[in-house]
Every structure is written in C-alpha cells, then in structure tokens.
C-alpha cells in the first residue's frame, strides 16, 4: 500500500466544480497513541499536535486493570486534561464527548496556538496495571479562502 506524506493538511472543496459550490471545508485527521501505562503519572507520549489543530473528539480504548473504576487524562504539558478528564480505562473503546468526559480544549473547539506536545497518564482512580490507547480526531483552523 502507498504512503504519502506532506506538510499542510486536505480540504474538500465540495461537489467537484473545483472553485465554485460548497464552502472549502478541512477534513477530519486522527493522531493514535497506543500502550500507554495505565500507572503513570501524566507524561509526555511523543505524540504532537499541529498549530491550528481543533480536537473534535478523543477515543479512548481502555485496558487498564484493578483500582477502583480507573481513570486516565490526556491533554498538555500545562493542562493534563486538556482532551480527557477522567476518562474510563477498564472497558472497551469510548468517545470522550460522548461519555462526558471531554476536556476543556475540546469543549471550547480551540483552535492550538502552537504545536502541542500530547500528555497522557493516570487519572484520579488509578489502575494497578495494564495500558490504554487513544486516537485524537482533530481538523484544522481554515478561514475558508480557496487556492491559498
């Protein structure tokens, strides 16, 4: 299978008539991060955000075993819940928003001011073993101007 890789991001410009219908619209990325300890303390997991990126959602797929119905976070470096407050790792994939979760970067749809390193790591409830793994849905700011 080909890769391709570039700098910038996809827009859709609607139904093909290549400057003329729908609005120029930015389609939806997705960042994964997988094995991460369900015991750490909040980390940085290499993973980076691009400047401009709004998350949307988080999925959460939780492993994480023992405690009492443990929890993770998932944000930045000065926010470590900025995507995900006390999200559920002891059962299966989840949405942040959907589980009511989401953090405040999501709720807000901020727009990042620059590239942002993504923290992740034991919540409040901490889990006495096992790892979970996320995927950050974002898409990019875009004031909409075509051929730029």
Same mark, same amino acid.
């Given at each position: 299978m080909a890769k391709n890789t570039f700098a910038g991001y996809l827009r859709q410009c609607g139904s093909g008539k290549s400057l003329t219908g729908a609005t120029p619209a930015p389609l939806v990325a997705s *960042? @994964?991060?997988? /094995? #991460?300890?369900?015991?750490? =303390? !909040? =980390?940085?997991?290499? =993973?980076? *955000? %691009? $400047? /401009? =990126?709004?998350?949307?959602?988080?999925? &959460?797929?939780? $492993?994480?075993?023992? /405690? !009492? @119905? %443990?929890?993770?976070? #998932?944000? &930045? !470096?000065g926010n470590d819940d900025a995507f995900v407050a006390e999200g559920d790792i002891d059962g299966g994939l989840k949405s942040a928003v959907a589980a009511g979760v989401a953090g405040s970067e999501v709720l807000n749809a901020t727009a990042l001011a620059a590239d942002t390193a993504v923290y992740a790591g034991k919540g409040a409830s901490a889990a006495t073993g096992g790892t979970f793994d996320f995927t950050i849905l974002f898409t990019m700011e875009d004031d909409g101007s075509l051929n730029d």
């Amino acid at each position: 299978m080909a890769k391709n890789t570039f700098a910038g991001y996809l827009r859709q410009c609607g139904s093909g008539k290549s400057l003329t219908g729908a609005t120029p619209a930015p389609l939806v990325a997705s *960042l @994964t991060v997988t /094995g #991460i300890d369900a015991t750490q =303390a !909040s =980390a940085d997991t290499g =993973a980076v *955000l %691009p $400047k /401009g =990126a709004r998350v949307l959602d988080v999925l &959460t797929n939780g $492993k994480g075993t023992g /405690g !009492s @119905t %443990p929890t993770m976070d #998932i944000g &930045t !470096s000065g926010n470590d819940d900025a995507f995900v407050a006390e999200g559920d790792i002891d059962g299966g994939l989840k949405s942040a928003v959907a589980a009511g979760v989401a953090g405040s970067e999501v709720l807000n749809a901020t727009a990042l001011a620059a590239d942002t390193a993504v923290y992740a790591g034991k919540g409040a409830s901490a889990a006495t073993g096992g790892t979970f793994d996320f995927t950050i849905l974002f898409t990019m700011e875009d004031d909409g101007s075509l051929n730029d």
